[in-house]
């Protein structure tokens, strides 16, 4: 659940335009969220048909190093973001960005090392031989890959500072785009392990490269300099957002280290398969957060509390209708889809597959997410729920990962979110003034009921038909979810609704 998301300046009533502004950046914020989404899971497929499990595993374990340590760029990031677009002088502006230029290179460098050695600990204690040179060469490159990345990123989030999120988003699809070529190019190439190791990690270092190029051609005042005395407007609001990344951290990077110290790297490797699906939940609710943040902190600030009510109720009914039929459909084909992407020999993470996805069924509402919660100015209750949920989650990793293996990780996660949903449910409800019944009949009832058909259709569909091919596994999941979908608009939509849907499609 992370917390990227831009802050927009002013207040009062919004301008002209600002619903579509919002509609078309989170559209496209979704599409850069997907094409990345589906980059990496071309290059995991790939990397599946050509290395052996403890290969694979090994290649997880560093590489999902870039992204899990990005924790004080995130808190950073969304601080500085704040920092500069609730600056509304040009020149307070360009120094807030020199300010948050500087804190950037700061952060990569700490960031850079903390890979390094971490990949260092991963070859020493976890793998031998020719695995562990692979990872030893692997992290220095993505440790120095990454803290290039970190340092470019600043341009893109000037982007968002300025609301340009469709522009930043577009940017975003390009680097994927470089990023994948560049991949394929790497592993079909023959490269060693070690350097597809050290160039996974290149996304942000590309999108950073074009957004930079953006910012000139736009003419935007954003310029690279020392000694900026804006610093104080960014680092103070970063502290509640480091705690949040860090939990989910633990939550997420740990599971691989936990399976690989109790098990094996082979049991790592089946992991991967679960943990990929699993995080095209977590890339959908990382997109939702792009436009929530600013939304919810405009309605705070203006003391606007009718919007702030519809907002939690017509945005959880939406978010639960995006993401009910995805997690449904996920678990019920589980163990055809890892065989059909991954091969058969994956088909034992099945089980893995569907405790991790189990929990979004709750979360996908926007009530309880932390884009939404960060935005109405609850950031400190947030980080104290989930630092709490990663402390349970370490644990019964610790205690069920021995006796379950594979599925050990998966349920201690599943048991820690579901275990903190109630409390930051009544967050967002009080903060919202929203009561429980009113969530239930807007969002849960129409959400809930139709993804229990889907899950019925879908079980049925195996026991009758057994899909077994990637194509026939594909058809019969995206026929489940556009089913899905089609019978929410024609059911449970109203008119006004159905109308705002068929313009954002045409806008689109």
């Known amino acids: 659940m992370t917390l990227a998301g831009v802050a927009q300046s002013g207040s009062g009533a919004p301008e002209p335009g600002e619903a579509r502004l919002l509609a078309s950046g989170a559209l496209v914020q979704q599409a850069a969220q997907a094409s990345g989404l589906i980059a990496l899971l071309v290059v995991v497929t790939v990397l599946a048909r050509r290395l052996s499990v403890t290969e694979l595993g090994a290649y997880g374990l560093v590489a999902s190093l870039a992204g899990y340590l990005l924790v004080l760029r995130n808190s950073v990031a969304a601080a500085a973001v704040r920092a500069m677009a609730g600056a509304t002088v040009v020149a307070d502006r360009s120094r807030t960005f020199a300010a948050a230029s500087q804190l950037y290179l700061r952060v990569g460098a700490v960031t850079g090392v903390l890979i390094a050695a971490a990949a260092f600990a991963i070859a020493e204690l976890l793998l031998d031989g020719r695995l562990a040179e692979d990872a030893w060469i692997g992290g220095l490159g993505l440790g120095a890959v990454t803290a290039a990345g970190i340092s470019a990123s600043v341009y893109l989030d000037g982007l968002r500072a300025q609301r340009l999120l469709v522009r930043a988003a577009l940017n975003e699809i390009a680097a994927v785009a470089i990023w994948l070529g560049l991949m394929l190019a790497l592993i079909l190439g023959g490269a060693g392990l070690g350097a597809v190791m050290a160039a996974s990690g290149a996304m942000p270092l590309l999108s950073g490269l074009i957004s930079a190029v953006a910012v000139r051609r736009l003419g935007l005042p954003f310029r690279l300099r020392a000694g900026s005395g804006r610093v104080h407007a960014i680092v103070p609001t970063a502290g509640w957002l480091l705690v949040v990344e860090l939990s989910n951290l633990v939550s997420y990077a740990f599971q691989r280290v936990i399976l690989g110290a109790i098990k094996s790297p082979a049991q790592v490797g089946l992991y991967e398969g679960p943990l990929r699906a699993h995080n095209l939940l977590y890339a959908l609710n990382g997109a939702l957060a792009v436009p929530t943040v600013p939304t919810a902190s405009r309605y705070v600030a203006t003391g606007d509390d009718r919007r702030l009510r519809e907002l939690v109720l017509r945005g959880s009914r939406y978010t639960l209708a995006l993401f009910v039929p995805v997690c449904v459909t996920l678990m019920a084909l589980a163990e055809p889809l890892l065989r059909a992407w991954l091969g058969d020999r994956y088909g034992d993470g099945a089980t893995a597959l569907t405790l991790l996805v189990s929990y979004w069924l709750l979360y996908g509402a926007l009530v309880v997410t932390p884009g939404f919660l960060v935005g109405a100015g609850r950031a400190r209750e947030v980080a104290l729920i989930m630092a709490s949920a990663a402390g349970l989650n370490i644990a019964l990793s610790l205690a069920l990962t021995p006796g379950l293996g594979l599925e050990g990780p998966a349920l201690a996660t599943t048991a820690a979110f579901l275990l903190a949903y109630p409390f930051l449910l009544r967050l ?26 889907l899950a019925g259709a879908l079980v049925a569909v195996r026991l009758m038909a057994d899909p077994t091919g990637l194509a026939a596994v594909t058809a019969t999941g995206l026929a489940g979810v556009a089913g899905y979908w089609i019978a929410y608009y024609a059911v449970f939509l109203d008119h006004g609704e159905r109308a705002l849907v068929r313009g954002l499609l045409s806008r689109s």
């Open 428 to 453: 967002g409800l009080t903060t919202a003034s929203v009561r429980l019944g009113e969530l239930a009949r807007a969002a849960w009832l129409p959400a809930y009921s139709l993804g229990a058909a």
